[in-house]
């Protein structure tokens, strides 16, 4: 048995390598060297703006321009900071009407690679889309923006960034083939900002009055999935994020918000924006229950905004179109390649698995997740690398065998293989010294019944575990995060993957009877897991009892034992094991 642990180690390397191999097999055509704008074009007849993506990166880092917001403190005086870096974004971009490229006081960039992905009509990761080149955004439901709002509407944003963050974008992209997220590293006087505009009006939205237009080409009505029209949404909401050396305490960013206000007298309306506050970390571990004694201490709300705005969770840093389940800081951390943690928490996950999202601060450069690499707060980042390699599976038709490939060559790269080679060898020293654990005496009548019982309740298992398996890490870390509920947040990935192999592979050895009582341990485990999650969840007793009834019967299983007709009985004959 170590000769054969040696020896699979040794191939490691050589296996790896011939996986590759065939992942690259029948992709040799070449991309276009310049990025696609967008994925539509608009309706005949149209002879409005077109947009054009921003796309001249600087291919060396520029010269140090000014930064006015580091003689303001941001902890100490939050709101002016904030104005500050506003009042930078908007330097030459009003006289462009916002597009970036014409700016005479200094360019701004886009992130390629929104114009695109395989679910064309999902409502948040929208295509860009051709007009202003605006991408969906989570949409507004009844009563979020305003009382008045009876209906759910939809809110579409655009993205840019300025020069010292633009040249990062161009590394990262500088070979569009092959993008390289290791590039990822934003230096001090980064920023970004993201505009959304809302399909809502004044009449439902009263502080939108007089808000500023924008012609985009998007759905008719927010229940809309297929046709598009060209019509004007108006500016909801503005989100800004430097990279603050003050911050590297938190996360290294500086996050602000600010929202349209209508009462605010200027007649310059993008004069009109309230600024809702600014955050530089992620408030590790405080919950609804717990700030309201510990407070907030990272994060700045203005009072203006505090009884007029649904704010992210445990009142923290949130703009009106935002997941109230999440913020800004706790979002933006998940941005890595692979992106594996979803940016937002469930609405139906209980506080400790929301907990996962909120139990630390990640520093710029960091992940969230071992295994992964940091695209340091650039969710733009992460969809658009996400969206060419979707694009890329899709138009080179993978073959059943490269699909394959990719899974077993993640098991390899993240030390997946490790626990299913300490469970082996477990196993077979397991029958080998302890043989007696494997096979249990039975009554001869038993034999077939349990047998059909064995075998019914193992191909479900294997049905209902094999899509886990295939999910990959994405899938294992939402697997893992259940285990919140037991306090570990660490490894996911891991605690998933042993979770979707235990279906999966314990439905094999149900079927076979092969060790037959170790899989009924881990299987008892992971209904253990899945119980708590629904109870720690609030689930109703009929959306739990499905898993606490598969508990119940997994217990039953380890107690009689495989029975006569399985290959246990066969490999680890006993005295005792013998049929009466």
């Given at each position: 048995?170590?000769?054969?642990?040696?020896?699979?180690?040794?191939?490691?390397?050589?296996?790896?390598?011939?996986?590759?191999?065939?992942?690259?097999?029948?992709?040799?055509?070449?991309?276009?060297?310049?990025?696609?704008?967008?994925?539509?074009?608009?309706?005949?007849?149209?002879?409005?703006?077109?947009?054009?993506?921003?796309?001249?990166?600087?291919?060396?880092?520029?010269?140090?321009?000014?930064?006015?917001?580091?003689?303001?403190?941001?902890?100490?005086?939050?709101?002016?900071?904030?104005q500050c870096v506003y009042q930078y974004v908007l330097d030459g971009n009003i006289d462009c009407d916002w597009v970036p490229q014409n700016n005479t006081v200094r360019k701004w960039y886009h992130a390629p690679w929104m114009h695109w992905n395989d679910r064309p009509d999902n409502v948040v990761t929208g295509r860009r889309e051709c007009v202003?080149?605006?991408?969906?955004?989570?949409?507004?439901?009844?009563h979020e923006l305003h009382e008045l709002q009876y209906?759910?509407?939809q809110n579409w944003a655009i993205g840019m960034y300025n020069p010292a963050a633009g040249y990062i974008i161009g590394q990262v992209w500088q070979d569009p083939q092959h993008p390289n997220p290791a590039a990822a590293h934003f230096p001090y006087g980064s920023v970004s900002a993201k505009l959304l505009y809302t399909d809502a009006d004044s009449s439902t939205v009263p502080y939108l009055r007089g808000s500023p237009e924008r012609e985009v080409y998007v759905y008719s009505h927010v229940s809309e999935t297929k046709k598009r029209v060209v019509k004007k949404l108006r500016l909801l909401q503005l989100d800004v994020v430097v990279r603050d050396q003050r911050a590297n305490d938190g996360s290294g960013w500086v996050f602000g918000t600010l929202i349209y206000d209508?009462?605010?007298?200027?007649?310059?309306?993008?004069?009109?924006?309230?600024?809702?506050?600014?955050?530089?970390?992620?408030?590790?571990?405080?919950?609804?229950?717990?700030?309201?004694?510990?407070?907030?201490?990272?994060?700045?709300?203005?009072?203006?905004?505090?009884?007029?705005?649904?704010?992210g969770w445990a009142g923290r840093l949130n703009g009106p179109v935002d997941n109230p389940?999440?913020?800004?800081?706790?979002?933006?951390?998940?941005?890595?390649?692979p992106l594996l943690m979803d940016p937002n928490p469930d609405d139906n996950m209980s506080e400790s698995e929301r907990m996962n999202w909120f139990k630390k601060n990640i520093r710029s450069g960091e992940t969230s997740i071992k295994g992964t690499t940091s695209l340091d707060y650039s969710l733009q980042l992460s969809t658009g690398i996400k969206n060419f390699y979707d694009w890329k599976k899709i138009n080179f038709n993978q073959t059943f065998l490269q699909k394959s490939a990719i899974k077993v060559n993640w098991i390899l790269s993240n030390g997946m293989w490790i626990p299913l080679l300490l469970?082996?060898?477990?196993?077979?020293?397991?029958?080998k010294y302890f043989s007696e654990i494997f096979v249990n005496q039975q009554q001869q009548?038993?034999?077939?019944?349990?047998?059909?019982?064995?075998?019914?309740?193992?191909?479900?298992?294997?049905?209902?575990?094999?899509?886990?398996?295939?999910?990959?890490?994405?899938?294992?870390?939402r697997l893992g995060q259940s285990m919140a509920n037991y306090g570990i947040y660490s490894f996911p990935m891991f605690w998933g993957f042993m979770s979707a192999i235990a279906e999966f592979g314990g439905g094999i050895l149900l079927?076979?009877?092969?060790?037959?009582?170790?899989?009924?341990?881990?299987?008892?485990?992971?209904?253990?897991v899945a119980s708590i999650k629904h109870i720690a969840s609030g689930d109703s007793f009929s959306t739990a009892s499905h898993a606490i009834e598969l508990l119940f019967v997994f217990i039953f299983l380890l107690i009689i034992g495989p029975g006569k007709h399985s290959i246990d009985t066969l490999l680890y004959p006993s005295s005792k094991s013998k049929p009466h």
């Open positions: 048995m170590f000769k054969l642990s040696v020896s699979f180690l040794k191939k490691s390397l050589f296996l790896r390598t011939g996986l590759l191999i065939l992942l690259i097999f029948n992709t040799s055509t070449t991309f276009s060297q310049v990025f696609p704008d967008t994925y539509d074009t608009p309706p005949a007849g149209y002879t409005g703006r077109f947009f054009k993506l921003s796309q001249n990166y600087p291919s060396t880092p520029p010269v140090a321009e000014p930064q006015p917001w580091l003689k303001i403190d941001f902890k100490t005086h939050p709101l002016e900071y904030l202003s080149g605006l991408t969906r955004e989570r949409d507004s439901h009844p209906n759910s509407v209508a009462a605010i007298a200027n007649e310059n309306p993008w004069k009109r924006m309230l600024p809702v506050g600014i955050s530089w970390g992620n408030d590790a571990g405080i919950n609804p229950i717990n700030v309201k004694t510990s407070g907030l201490h990272e994060t700045y709300i203005n009072p203006q905004v505090k009884n007029r705005l649904k704010l389940n999440s913020s800004c800081v706790s979002c933006h951390s998940t941005a890595s390649y469970v082996f060898t477990l196993f077979v020293f397991g029958g009548t038993l034999q077939l019944a349990l047998l059909v019982f064995r075998i019914a309740i193992g191909v479900l298992f294997i049905i209902h575990g094999y899509p886990k398996m295939m999910n990959g890490p994405a899938g294992w870390v079927v076979l009877g092969l060790w037959f009582r170790p899989a009924c341990l881990l299987l008892i485990t992971n209904m253990s």
